[in-house]
């Protein structure tokens, strides 16, 4: 029997770009300037919920979320950050980490299909994984060099 290896999904590798890895998640920035908006994925196969990681990865699961949930907030002075595992539209198990302002253009509404993302410009973007990598230090990995 082989062993299948951890791959994003197509959706999430087309709609962001990796930053690096905790020991059990994938950190990844959604391509989307409206918001400061980042995916947790467990580095693991054929996982659709939280459920059906071991105890022992859902324990780094939390640990990691709430690691990056504190070190978002602080970064970008939230006023509130909202945490979901959705996957209605991908059914890889991802974790969204969404930084959210009062003044945002979705304000108080969850920000799933109110607008069209609005891609980082290549300065911005450039920018935003600078400042996040700096914000977490060494806790996270450099990214492999692989392909999604």
């Given at each position: 029997m082989s062993e299948q290896l951890f791959s994003v999904h197509r959706q999430l590798a087309m709609d962001s770009i990796a930053l690096g890895s905790f020991e059990l998640c994938q950190l990844r920035l959604i391509n989307d300037c409206q918001y400061p908006w980042f995916i947790l994925i467990p580095q693991r196969t054929n996982i659709q919920e939280i459920y059906q990681l071991t105890t022992q990865d859902q324990s780094l699961l939390i640990k990691e979320s709430s690691f990056l949930a504190e070190q978002l907030a602080r970064l970008f002075k939230a006023?509130?950050?909202?945490?979901?595992?959705?996957?209605?539209?991908?059914?890889?198990?991802?974790?969204?980490?969404?930084?959210?302002?009062q003044t945002d253009i979705a304000w108080p509404k969850p920000i799933w299909g109110l607008s069209s993302m609005q891609?980082?410009?290549?300065?911005?973007?450039?920018?935003?994984?600078?400042?996040?990598?700096?914000?977490?230090?060494?806790a996270l990995n450099p990214p492999e060099k692989t392909s999604d």
């Open positions: 006023d509130k950050l909202n945490i979901a595992a959705i996957g209605n539209v991908v059914p890889q198990l991802h974790l969204h980490h969404v930084v959210r302002y891609a980082y410009s290549a300065t911005l973007l450039e920018q935003r994984i600078e400042e996040v990598k700096q914000q977490l230090g060494p």
